[in-house]
């Protein structure tokens, strides 16, 4: 050892060579953004199950918060311990093992769950939190590793601090703008898992290579399991988990099914059969003080477009307009549920879209949003009940 160099700092300048700033920082950002895609495709792993709530985004952002705090302290912890530079690739490994694993596990236990908190917390722990807690064990290892002089200690943690939460908002907008609107879930979900079981295989490769083929097994298993066992979904849209079943007493009806929750009904021989009695009371309702004749009519929300197909047959000339915030809604409207080619949907938030309608007036607006068992609130605000002129 040179005079005058302190331990310490020696230490440092070995870790530095080890691994470089471009790897630190990228394996701080990637494995930062890789929780957050898991946080975010929690929701949907989660929907069919546990349905979409207030109560449902809860339990998975704390389990996640919680995964995230332990995974921070036990790696840096053992970062202390051990040879700090050995741990990232079995880490990042487990880690993206554990994410591919994620719905499988959901899958086993999601018919036996409850909607309550406590099942909520379980399934979201027993699903999420161990590849949260191992990638976040990542950061504090690889400021372990980088830390060349306790003199530069607040330098080095705020920039891996920055980077980490770089990295988690690039992960949420890149899922919540991207991924989900272009591909179904768990499709990402093994990508993302696949991703961080090669970086980790390639830092673990040196002097690790018998353990190479085990692990490359264990993920085409896993990730051939996750494809094969697709989840109940039927259809995946950007917003639900839908099925659509048959009636057994009603060969012709359709039921659509949207997160657990009953959406609408259609039978496909007689579109002025309604099954619900919502969409009854409101048919009365139009029937009794809209005037005969063909009607200008603007429905906000479309599932399963029962009223559209309901006026196109009782009123024959009618306008209908429908204003579906989900894309694939009305793919599976046409592919399975008969809905009408007359029928002009705009996919589009109603609260922005009402307002651009091309006669700006309609004789009859049917609200029949729903985002679970709810009305999405940005359509019970004033704001947007004043816009409806009729």
Known sequence: MRPGVPLTELRG?????????LLARSLVFWTSASVLVIEILAARILAPYLGVSLEVFTGIIGVILAGISVGAWLGGRYADRVVPRRLLGPLLVTGGLTSIASPLVIDLIGPALSTGPGSIVIASALGFFIPAAVLSAVPPIVVKIRLASLEHTGGVVGSFSAIGTAGAIFGTFLTGFVLIASFPTRPI???????????????WASGRRRR??????????????????????????????????????????????????????????????????????ISDIIDIHAPEGPLEVVSIGGGG???????????????????????????????????????????????TSLQDLPSGRADVVVGDAYSGASVPWHLTTFEYLSRIEV
């Open 13 to 21: 300048r070995l870790n530095l060579g080890v691994l470089s700033l």
């Open 189 to 203: 979900v093994i990508v993302v898992g696949s991703l961080l079981t090669f970086a980790g295989l390639f830092l």
């Open 212 to 281: 190479l083929p085990l692990t490359l097994v264990v993920l085409l298993a896993l990730a051939a399991l996750v494809l094969v066992f697709d989840g109940p979904c039927e259809y995946e849209t950007t917003y639900h988990c839908a099925i659509v079943t048959e009636d057994e007493g009603r060969p012709t009806g359709r039921t659509l099914v949207l997160d657990r929750i009953r959406n609408s009904y259609v039978d496909l021989a007689d579109p002025t059969h309604l099954e619900f009695r919502y969409i009854k009371l």
């Open 305 to 351: 477009f029962t009223l559209p197909g309901y006026f196109e047959t009782t009123r024959p000339g009618s306008t209908n307009i429908v204003l579906e915030i989900d894309a694939s809604l009305v793919e599976i409207g046409t592919s399975e549920l008969g809905l009408d080619p007359n029928v002009r949907v705009i996919v589009e938030d109603a609260r």
